[in-house]
């Protein structure tokens, strides 16, 4: 049984896991031009900077310019065509 006079450990991240934050009810899963890279719309940081910074990316329907924009679980992504929904899977 834990110690309930110890700090809590379990909002510690490790490299292999992006770290998560609770803002308006959804957890912060990975920012914008991550999850391009991670879906492989994109091949680097700066191909994912260019296109985000042109505005051909949306998110939830809208034109996103900010590359560092935090996607939360069920945005919906929308690039070149393709789309993908933001889950707790990532």
Do not use: H, Y
Request: glycine share 12%; net charge negative.
């Amino acid at each position: 049984m834990p110690d309930p006079s110890l700090p809590d450990d379990s909002s510690q991240t490790t490299e292999s896991q992006p770290p998560e934050t609770n803002v308006g009810g959804g957890r912060c899963r990975v920012r914008l031009a991550d999850f391009l890279k991670w879906t492989g719309w994109c091949d680097t940081g700066g191909q994912a900077k260019a296109v985000i910074q042109a505005g051909e990316v949306c998110v939830n329907g809208q034109i996103e310019t900010r590359r560092r924009r935090q996607l939360f679980d069920g945005d919906r992504v929308r690039f070149g065509g393709q789309e993908a929904v933001v889950d707790d899977k990532l």
